[in-house]
């Protein structure tokens, strides 16, 4: 296997692996002042997890893989309520000894697995009954490769979330993280139609949240 070492997948993983810190207490924030900021602000973080699992056990899934793992927040939290046995991958190998050293302090490490590498580069063979993406898509140049590359782990569920365009968020944001060296890329949600019915795993449920879309296909269905 090849690394990629491309311009693009070196920014994304220089951005993440400088800002661990950061990235970790975005989702496990250190007081209750900023944990009720973000369930009101940052909802969309949450929304994604929780509806992962919803789809996760809507479909009678018990193996996963998490694409862009980052600290393990999520990963942790899905070994924590019922996902038998799943693997993390992130770029950023700073990430992954946080999200190893995460689940052993939270007792799943036994249900846990971390791998640090870039998942456009991953080796066939390993299959997973779902596989999802929480906050990767912002971050990939060629989506459909990268969605496409995921089915072929998927033996049931694929499932992603994708930021929205919005005329005065998204130009900013993207001003922002390219400031900081890190591209970024929206999505509409007739552009995620397509792109799923493109890849030919099952058509795309999207479900709307405040920062863009939540979309996940089930392989098979008509």
Same mark, same amino acid.
């Given at each position: 296997?090849?690394?990629?070492?491309? !311009?693009?997948?070196? %920014?994304?993983?220089?951005?993440?692996?400088?800002?661990?810190?950061?990235?970790?207490?975005?989702?496990?924030?250190?007081?209750?002042?900023?944990?009720?900021?973000?369930?009101?602000?940052?909802?969309?973080?949450?929304?994604?997890?929780?509806q992962?699992?919803?789809?996760?056990?809507q479909?009678?899934?018990?193996? &996963?893989?998490?694409?862009?793992c980052?600290?393990?927040?999520?990963?942790?939290?899905?070994? $924590?309520? +019922?996902? !038998?046995?799943?693997?993390?991958?992130?770029?950023?190998? !700073?990430?992954?000894? &946080?999200?190893?050293?995460?689940?052993? %302090?939270?007792?799943?490490?036994?249900?846990?697995?971390?791998?640090q590498?870039?998942?456009?580069? &991953?080796? $066939?063979? #390993?299959?997973?009954?779902?596989?999802?993406?929480?906050?990767?898509?912002?971050?990939? !140049?060629?989506?459909?490769?990268?969605?496409?590359? &995921?089915?072929?782990?998927?033996? $049931?569920?694929?499932?992603?979330?994708?930021?929205?365009?919005?005329?005065?968020?998204?130009?900013? #944001?993207?001003?922002?993280?390219?400031?900081r +060296?890190?591209?970024?890329?929206?999505?509409?949600?007739?552009?995620?139609?397509d792109?799923?019915?493109?890849?030919?795993?099952?058509?795309?449920?999207?479900?709307?949240?405040?920062? +863009?879309?939540?979309?996940?296909?089930? $392989?098979?269905?008509?």
């Amino acid at each position: 296997m090849t690394p990629d070492n491309s !311009e693009h997948t070196v %920014q994304v993983r220089d951005y993440f692996d400088a800002r661990v810190a950061d990235y970790d207490a975005f989702y496990d924030p250190p007081s209750p002042l900023w944990r009720a900021f973000n369930r009101v602000f940052r909802k969309a973080v949450y929304l994604r997890r929780d509806q992962a699992l919803a789809v996760h056990r809507q479909y009678g899934c018990r193996t &996963m893989l998490d694409v862009g793992c980052g600290s393990g927040q999520n990963t942790v939290y899905w070994a $924590r309520h +019922g996902v !038998e046995r799943i693997v993390g991958v992130d770029i950023a190998p !700073e990430m992954i000894r &946080m999200a190893a050293a995460l689940a052993e %302090q939270a007792g799943v490490a036994d249900r846990c697995e971390f791998q640090q590498l870039d998942f456009a580069q &991953m080796e $066939r063979g #390993r299959r997973f009954d779902s596989i999802v993406a929480c906050g990767v898509f912002d971050y990939v !140049e060629q989506a459909e490769p990268f969605l496409a590359h &995921m089915a072929q782990f998927a033996d $049931r569920v694929i499932y992603a979330s994708f930021p929205g365009w919005t005329l005065v968020r998204s130009p900013l #944001r993207k001003i922002r993280y390219a400031l900081r +060296g890190c591209p970024t890329h929206f999505y509409r949600r007739r552009e995620l139609v397509d792109l799923f019915r493109r890849v030919g795993f099952g058509p795309a449920e999207i479900l709307p949240v405040p920062s +863009g879309h939540l979309a996940w296909a089930v $392989r098979g269905t008509p």
